[in-house]
C-alpha cells in the first residue's frame, strides 16, 4: 500500500530489467499499450510500469480522482522503492501525469518524457472528446496507418469488453475533459530536464499542441516522430526508445546503454 495525503492505494505495478530507472506511465487505453514498449525499454534498465488506481480490473479509491492525485501516488511510489535518478515516461494521461510529478519538485526525478501528452488548454488545437467516439473512429484519429492497428470488437469475450469499460469509466474520473486550465501555466515550474515527443499525424492532440506543451516548459526539447500517431509506443516503437534511452543518456547519471 502506497501512503499520500489523501490515503492510502494499492499500487499495482510490473517491475522488470535492471539499472537505470525508468517509471512508464499508460495512457487511458490501459496497462496493455504500454506492455510490450516496457520490454523493450527493459534491455536498457529498469522499468516500472504501474496501473492507474482503477484501471485494469483494479480498485481506485473515491479520493483519487485526478492527474494530480496520481502524480502524488508516484512520487511516494519512487520513495517507497527507493528509486532515485529516474526517467518517468508518460503517454496521454501518463504525460500528464509525468508533468504533475515534475511539478512536486521531487529529487528523485532527474528528467521527463511526455509522449502526446494531454493536460494543458490551447486555444484553436483542442483535445478531441474520445468519449463518444466507437473503437473504429478512435483508431482513425490515433495511429498513422490505423488500418495496420485496428481493432475488431466483435472478437472481444465478455471479460474484455468489460475491462475496456472499466478503463473509460476510470479515465472519465481522472480527466473527463482530458485538460487542466492552470497546467499550462504551471509548466513554467518545471525543474527537469523534459523532452516532448510527438507523432506527426497524431489527430487526438494535434503536433501544434504538442508544440504549445513543449513551450511552456523551460528548456524543454520537441521532436516529432514520423510516421507516427497518438500512441508511438505501439505504431513506431523503436523511434520512441531511440529518444528516450538517448534523452536518458544526456539527464542524470546518464546510465541508460
Known amino acids: 500500500m ?111 518524457v511526455l509522449v502526446d501528452a494531454v493536460g494543458i488548454e490551447v486555444e484553436g488545437h483542442p483535445v478531441v472528446d474520445i468519449f463518444p467516439l466507437t473503437l473504429d473512429e478512435l483508431s482513425k484519429l490515433s495511429y498513422h496507418d490505423p488500418a495496420k492497428f485496428g481493432i475488431d470488437p466483435s472478437t472481444f469475450t465478455d471479460a474484455q469488453k468489460a475491462g475496456m469499460a472499466a478503463n473509460r469509466a476510470a479515465l472519465a ?14 509548466l513554467a515550474g518545471v525543474k527537469v530536464p523534459s523532452l516532448v515527443l510527438w507523432g506527426e499525424s497524431d489527430q487526438v492532440v494535434d503536433p501544434e499542441y504538442g508544440r504549445a506543451y513543449a513551450e511552456a516548459i523551460p528548456g524543454s526539447v520537441f521532436h516529432v516522430l514520423p510516421g507516427t500517431g497518438h500512441v508511438p509506443q505501439i505504431e513506431t516503437p523503436e523511434l520512441l526508445l531511440d529518444e528516450v534511452t538517448g534523452f536518458a543518456g544526456h539527464t542524470g547519471s546518464g546510465h541508460a546503454q
Open 173 to 186: 474520473v481522472y480527466g473527463a475533459s482530458m485538460a487542466d486550465p492552470t497546467l499550462r501555466e504551471r
Open 2 to 112: 502506497t501512503k499520500v495525503s489523501g490515503g492510502e492505494v494499492d499500487v499495482r505495478f510490473d517491475d522488470q530489467g535492471e539499472g537505470r530507472a525508468f517509471l512508464l506511465l499508460h495512457g487511458g487505453g490501459g496497462p496493455q499499450t504500454v506492455a510490450g514498449f516496457a520490454a523493450r525499454l527493459a534491455a536498457h534498465g529498469r522499468v516500472i510500469t504501474p496501473v492507474h488506481a482503477g484501471f485494469g480490473g483494479t480498485e481506485r479509491p473515491e479520493w483519487l480522482s485526478s492527474m494530480a492525485g496520481l502524480a502524488e501516488v508516484y512520487v511516494q511510489l519512487l520513495e517507497d522503492e527507493d528509486l532515485h535518478d529516474v526517467v518517468v515516461v508518460g503517454n496521454s494521461m501518463g504525460g500528464w501525469t509525468a508533468a504533475e510529478m515534475a511539478l512536486l519538485g521531487s529529487d528523485r526525478i532527474s528528467g521527463i
